[in-house]
């Protein structure tokens, strides 16, 4: 098997894409995959942080329209990933912070079509209506999820105790914005209630 992985890291096209000097090279498959995650995780996400409450005044339904967006975004990310993977995939085959990244994108992706069944299908509720607990429950796990996945792509890229700082880094990051999160929505919440009173 390893042969086969050595075939696949050392071929034409990788050595290419890893060692060209021309903008065709690495640097634009990473910017590409760059452009893919702002579409799937951005995208998925404004839709998650309607569903969860936080922007209660934008409507819910003309967001359905962002699907073809969001599944653009996952085959970039995906055709870009695999040319990532392909040239250093020794390397990433013995980092575990990799198969945290992948079985996050994986749980991430389920929990993003549970939130859209449950938060688009009541076609006959108001678009200003609050979401269902389920429609909550999967935008909260994707944006678990998704953090976890960027998390973990970021740190494959990095030394073990640079990878170690990092994850306290982010931990302490987290806190904090779920505190600025609850406040921000408890807040927008309170404005709804004095406007329709």
Do not use: C
Not at 35 to 62: D, N, T
Not at 130 to 155: D, K, Q
């Amino acid at each position: 098997m390893w042969e086969f992985l050595d075939s696949i890291e050392n071929s034409a096209f990788s050595s290419y894409v890893r060692d060209t000097p021309s903008v065709l090279g690495y640097s634009t498959v990473l910017a590409l995959h760059t452009f893919g995650m702002a579409f799937l995780v951005g995208l998925s996400g404004v839709i998650a942080l309607r569903v969860l409450g936080v922007v209660p005044q934008l409507p819910l339904k003309p967001l359905k329209g962002l699907q073809p967006l969001i599944a653009a975004g996952f085959w970039l990310n995906a055709v870009t990933g695999l040319i990532l993977t392909s040239l250093a995939i020794h390397a990433l085959l013995r980092n575990w912070d990799f198969y945290v990244k992948l079985a996050a994108i994986a749980l991430a992706i389920v929990a993003l079509q549970k939130m859209r069944r449950y938060a688009f299908g009541e076609t006959s509720a108001p678009d200003d209506a609050a979401a269902s607990p389920r429609a909550r429950f999967w935008a909260a796990a994707m944006l678990l999820f998704w953090g976890l996945a960027v998390l973990g792509g970021r740190l494959t890229a990095y030394a073990t105790n640079i990878r170690i700082e990092t994850a306290r880094a982010v931990l302490v990051a987290v806190v904090l914005l779920l505190i600025v999160a609850r406040y921000l929505v408890r807040r927008a919440n309170r404005a709804v209630v004095e406007v329709r009173v």
